[in-house]
């Protein structure tokens, strides 16, 4: 399995652009999670799904950001329009379940600079 | 409600020394815990859990947990650190159960001195 894979790698762009990315999970895995991690906040979850259904968005900072998952397959965070403090690693993890007895496995993230 | 605390943000040891990195939680019912590394520029990998079974936990690369309920504590271990060791180190608390928010706590950043 090629493990939890996120593009792009790096994603640099103009404030008030539309920004968005992509995560594949690991095929068999149910629950999908998005991650950002910046020096000062640490890493912050920002929504999972289980079974492609939203479960928790709460952590979303505001309505600029939007989540899907159209299939089991495939997820994607977008940022519209994009703000440099969205500057940040963008993480991508999927697991077995509701991620509680199984773990995480990440992704390589998405390193987003707006400028 | 659960919280998770990582009581040192840097740890310097050096290389062949033993690792203690410490970590607190609190949490309303029984805790699934684990640790995860970063090395630089990487995501975060799995080193080892605690699932309400047996409360010495080892992991990969060497390091293992010990579960202590009377002192809401699992830290992190190995015996003898080396260079590769060096990267940033999360505890993570969650409920068994349920749809719930995972916390992470904040990391400890690890360095091995040569």
């Known amino acids: 399995d090629a493990g939890v894979i996120q593009s792009p790698r790096h994603e640099v762009t103009e404030m008030g652009q539309e920004v968005t990315l992509r995560c594949k999970p690991i095929s068999g895995h149910n629950s999908l999670f998005w991650y950002r991690q910046t020096m000062m906040r640490g890493l912050e979850l920002l929504i999972y799904?289980?079974?492609?259904?939203?479960?928790?968005d709460s952590g979303m900072p505001e309505d600029r950001f939007s989540a899907k998952m159209p299939n089991a397959s495939f997820s994607t965070l977008k940022i519209q329009p994009s703000e440099p403090r969205d500057s940040a690693v963008y993480f991508c993890?999927?697991?077995?379940?509701?991620?509680?007895?199984?773990?995480?496995?990440f992704g390589s993230g998405t390193r987003l600079t707006v400028v | 409600a659960q919280s998770v605390t990582q009581l040192d943000s840097h740890v310097s040891v050096s290389e062949g020394t033993p690792v203690l990195l410490r970590c607190n939680y609190s949490s309303s019912y029984s805790p699934s815990l684990f640790w995860y590394v970063q090395h630089p520029n990487k995501g975060l990998q799995l080193l080892l859990k605690y699932t309400s079974a047996a409360t010495l936990v080892k992991g990969i690369n060497g390091f293992e947990a010990e579960f202590k309920k009377s002192e809401t504590s699992f830290h992190l271990t190995k015996p003898s650190a080396h260079m590769s060791d060096a990267a940033e180190y999360f505890c993570v608390v969650t409920i068994s159960g349920g749809y719930q928010k995972v916390t992470f706590g904040i990391g400890t950043k690890l360095q091995v001195i040569p």
């Open positions: 799904f289980n079974n492609n259904v939203p479960i928790d």
């Open positions: 993890a999927s697991s077995i379940n509701d991620g509680l007895g199984y773990g995480y496995t």
